[in-house]
Structure formats: C-alpha cells, structure tokens
C-alpha cells in the first residue's frame, strides 16, 4: 500500500475560491459578506475534482487536508478564521466519505494573529471526534510573516538550538549546496515562501510560482507535467516505489550538505 501522508485538496472547486475570495472583500465592505449557506459544492462537483487526479497519483491512501495557500489566518480576524476552517474541513470530511478507502483528514485549525490558541480546540475536537480526522495542519506563524503571535514550533534541538521542524536541504546537481531561508529572517509581512540562496543566484518559490531575487517571474509552465510541487514531490516518490529504487532528493542524498553545514558551523562557533 502507498500512503500519502500530506495531501491538500488543491483541485477543489473553483466554486469555493470564489466564496473565499467574497469573504475577504467582506472584510472592508461588510455589504458584500457571504453567508457560509451561499457556498453550494454537489457531491459530484468533489467526485469530479478527486477521482482522475487520485488516479494519476497513484497513491492508495492520502491523509488529506485544505489547500495550504488558503488557509491564510493573518487574513481577517477569528471569526474568519473559524468559519473558513470549518467549511474546509469539512469539504475534507465530504471527499473521505465519498472515498473512504482513499482519504482520511487532517484538520485546518481555526488560528488567528494574538487569539489564544485554545479557540482552536472545538475546530479541533469536532475533526477528531466527528470527522474522524488522524492530523492536523499547524501554523508556525498565524501573522502571516509579522511573527507577532507566539511562536508555535517543534522541540528545539539541544545541538542546534533551533526547532528541529526546520530544514536545510538543497544541492544541486553540480554539487552546489543551497540554503532555504524561511520568512522569520526577514523583515515585514512576507507569508509564505522559500528563499533559494546559491552560488550566483537567488531564487524565491511562493507556492507554485518562482521568481528570480529581484521579484521577476520565471516561466516554469514547461519544466514538468505539472505546476503543482506537492504533485509534482508524490509523483516521484510514488514512481520510486513501484520501480524499487531511491527517489529523487531523499534524505540519503542530503545528508552530505548537513554534514558540510555542520562542519561550517563548528568553524564559526
């Protein structure tokens, strides 16, 4: 059996972009707020959007969550949050039944910049217990790249001293080792994005677009089959354990830049 263990609906009806998108706008013109009963996806609207795209996966079985880039919890304040979480989830919770042998949640929380976290624990418990969810999707960041709420992370390593859900993990094929930054070493409301630092260029990935380091597009549209990484990351590893081989970028063949890091760093303490 092949599991994907992150997966985010990321072909779901342009039905719900739309709705979310009037939400937004609702947030400076309370006129035009939609109600969450304006939002109207059929059954075979979700079977429509999963079933060719879960064939050329290949997966048997993908723990299943809202779209990252739509989840945005700097956006508005915590009713916003929480009515958005709640209607993703529960699109999530639609697909598992429609294909219970497939797809099992994980849960957006309903965070928001400086609520305490505990508001999240309802979102929480009805996924859990309801929806039978096994995992959840939590933002490090609710401030959208402000880092003005605190700070939700993993352990941090005693060697290290950073959290240990934090990488850095890039070398090219040249043998060119790269760096990827988050948004917290930078100034201002930068979201989510990565920072390719190499040799004589810096790229910036935002989603499934990448720009070069003075913020100029760069046409990928003919780099692969898709322009969806996430896709793009399953299709690989999927193809690898058919083919009983080591996948492309596995953690084998970054061990040697962790290596070269650590010595770099043990130079500069």
Not at 8 to 23: F, G, I, M, V
Request: glycine share 8%; hydrophobic share 35%; charged share 20%.
């Amino acid at each position: 059996m092949i599991i994907d263990c992150h997966g985010h609906y990321t072909t779901a009806p342009k039905a719900l972009e739309a709705w979310r998108n009037q939400k937004i706008a609702g947030i400076k013109d309370p006129a035009v707020m939609p109600k969450v009963a304006d939002l109207k996806i059929s059954d075979d609207e979700l079977r429509e959007t999963i079933e060719a795209n879960q064939q050329e996966r290949g997966a048997d079985l993908t723990i299943f969550s809202p779209r990252a880039s739509f989840m945005a919890h700097h956006i508005g304040y915590f009713a916003i949050s929480s009515t958005w979480a709640s209607i993703s989830n529960e699109l999530c919770y639609r697909v598992s039944k429609l294909f219970p042998d497939n797809f099992i949640g994980a849960a957006m929380l309903s965070q928001s910049p400086g609520v305490d976290p505990k508001t999240c624990i309802p979102e929480l418990e009805k996924c859990v217990k309801e929806y039978g969810f096994v995992g959840i999707n939590l933002n490090p960041d609710p401030s959208g790249g402000w880092w003005t709420s605190p700070l939700l992370q993993g352990p941090i390593s005693p060697s290290l001293g950073i959290a240990m859900d934090m990488s850095i993990q890039l070398k090219a094929e040249n043998g060119a080792i790269c760096t990827l930054s988050l948004s917290f070493n930078n100034d201002g409301p930068l979201g989510t994005f990565f920072r390719y630092i190499g040799d004589t260029a810096t790229y910036i990935a935002r989603y499934d677009d990448l720009y070069t380091g003075k913020d100029e597009k760069i046409d990928v549209s003919k780099v692969d089959v898709s322009m969806n990484g996430i896709e793009l990351q399953d299709r690989e590893f999927f193809a690898a354990i058919r083919e009983g081989r080591e996948p492309n970028a596995s953690v084998e063949q970054v061990l040697p830049c962790y290596r070269v890091l650590g010595e770099l760093g043990q130079q500069l303490q």
